[in-house]
Nanobody, 114 residues
Framework: QVQLVESGGGLVQAGGSLRLSCAAS????????MGWYRQAPGKQRELVAH???????NYADSVKGRFTISRDNAKNTMYLQMNSLKPEDTAVYYC????????WGQGTQVTVSS
């Protein structure tokens, strides 16, 4: 069973940066579209960005131009570089596959103070 482990979250001031990592077990990672998701308190989980196995990317309008998704298939790892962070980016961030879902990991908390 594939396991996903997110890391890299923390507390930053508005305008700051963080880099999240997602480590996946199993060999299916490199063949699949992967996505970063987030869930803010009291809100539904939403897709932030996704990346194909070949590296094509797409972003939610709310993060476009500020976040960059990337992946290293050899390391079964995906990243999310977050710049110019805003308080509204505060959420628990998760990674998962795009076309189907495996059990969610614990996520990593990102808190942006104003």
């Amino acid at each position: 069973q594939v396991q996903l482990v997110e890391s890299g979250g923390g507390l930053v001031q508005a305008g700051g940066s963080l880099r999240l990592s997602c480590a996946a077990s199993g060999s299916i990672f490199s063949h699949n579209i992967m996505g970063w998701y987030r869930q803010a308190p009291g809100k539904q989980r939403e897709l932030v960005a996704h990346i194909t196995s070949a590296g094509f990317t797409n972003y939610a309008d709310s993060v476009k131009g500020r976040f960059t998704i990337s992946r290293d298939n050899a390391k079964n790892t995906m990243y999310l570089q977050m710049n110019s962070l805003k308080p509204e980016d505060t959420a628990v961030y998760y990674c998962n596959f795009y076309n189907y879902k495996v059990p969610w990991g614990q996520g990593t908390q990102v808190t942006v103070s104003s």
